[in-house]
């Protein structure tokens, strides 16, 4: 599986930006649990977004009401759209998948992505 972020960039607060997480060799209606990871600077990795393979999402407080995870099957593609972004979103987000193969759960990472949100 691999995994490609895109879609960071500069937002000012209150403004919105959508991140993709484009993924190869794996569809994505296979994969068990699709999420976003963000890591702002000095701080530790923290989950953002889940969304199962049945499409059921869950997202960190701080967030809920204003991101939404999403998944396009045709594009092979999940999403994480940011709205009413804050000066605390700014991290570089990263999109992982989780899923069990093998005989074991596995992860993979995207290269991530920088959102800096401008006060």
């Known amino acids: 599986v691999q995994l490609q972020a895109s879609g960071g960039g500069l937002a000012q607060a209150g403004g919105s930006l959508s991140l993709s997480c484009a993924v190869s060799r794996r569809s994505v209606a296979t994969i068990d649990i699709m999420r976003w990871y963000r890591q702002a600077p000095g701080k530790q990795r923290e989950l953002v977004a889940v969304r199962d393979d049945e499409g059921g999402t869950t997202y960190k407080g701080s967030v809920e009401g204003r991101f939404t995870i999403s998944a396009d099957y045709a594009k092979n593609t999940v999403y994480l759209q940011m709205n009413n972004l804050e000066p605390e979103d700014t991290a570089v987000y990263y999109c992982?998948?989780?899923?069990?193969?093998?005989?074991?759960?596995?992860?993979?990472w995207g290269q991530g992505t920088l959102v800096t949100v401008s006060s």
């Open positions: 992982n998948a989780h899923l069990w193969e093998s005989g074991q759960w596995n992860n993979y």
